[in-house]
T-cell receptor, first 113, second 112 residues
Framework: EAQVTQNPRYLITVTGKKLTVTCSQN?????MSWYRQDPGLGLRQIYY???????DKGDVPEGYKVSRKEKRNFPLILESPSPNQTSLYFC????????????FGAGSRLTVL | QKEVEQNSGPLSVPEGAIASLNCTYS??????FFWYRQYSGKSPELIMS????GDKEDGRFTAQLNKASQYVSLLIRDSQPSDSATYLC????????????FGKGTMLLVSP
């Protein structure tokens, strides 16, 4: 089944404890991106990757890191999580070179205490 | 700052009625337009894309685009309770552009 898989789906952590949210797609898509969704603010892009080893900042990159060493994987790293990073995170991918027809993962709900 | 504006709703319609969802965008050079549906607690899923002025129909859904007015809409005919969800409008400059800008969404409630 063609899909974008995120893990973990739910996570409660404490301030400052490094964590990684994994994202993997099995559709050989070029483009991948991370979004966060907050009430009243909608979906906001954190980072994106147009291809392997090519990543760039979105609208809200502060406090996050990403890497794209393989085409299928695009992990989101929170080096020192803070409570304002409590959010619902979505990974998405597109078969095109840019952000066009996006397929989203199921989401990862992160709570930072 | 590119902006995509939607009425947050909720838009309430009875079952069988036509639901009309609207979206305006600020970036005049936008070329690609999308409607995503998001059920509560779920991820967005693409339901319509439109790239040219006019109407595009797919089953009970019709997307309408007017680039001169910077306006895109989604009509849902014969609305069903299962259509109750938040509908997100998304806009891009072109298929190769890096960023898809989303509106905050309109909540649709279809009552039996």
């Amino acid at each position: 089944e063609a899909q974008v898989t995120q893990n973990p789906r739910y996570l409660i952590t404490v301030t400052g404890k490094k964590l990684t949210v994994t994202c993997s797609q099995n559709m050989n898509h070029e483009y991948m991106s991370w979004y966060r969704q907050d009430p009243g603010l909608g979906l906001r892009q954190i980072y994106y990757s147009m291809n392997v080893e090519v990543t760039d900042k979105g609208d809200v990159p502060e406090g996050y890191k990403v890497s794209r060493k393989e085409k299928r994987n695009f992990p989101l790293i929170l080096e020192s999580p803070s409570p304002n990073q409590t959010s619902l995170y979505f990974c998405a991918s597109s078969p095109y070179s840019g952000a066009n027809v996006l397929t989203f993962g199921a989401g990862s709900r992160l709570t930072v205490l | 700052q590119k902006e995509v504006e939607q009425n947050s709703g909720p838009l309430s319609v009875p079952e069988g009625a036509i639901a009309s969802l609207n979206c305006t965008y600020s970036d005049r050079v936008s070329q690609s337009f999308f409607w995503y549906r998001q059920y509560s607690g779920k991820s967005p899923e693409l339901i319509m894309s439109i790239y040219s002025n006019g109407d595009k129909e797919d089953g009970r859904f019709t997307a309408q685009l007017n680039k001169a007015s910077q306006y895109v809409s989604l009509l849902i005919r014969d609305s069903q309770p299962s259509d109750s969800a938040t509908y997100l409008c998304a806009v891009n400059r072109d298929s190769g552009y890096s960023t898809l800008t989303f509106g905050k969404g309109t909540m649709l409630l279809v009552s039996p």
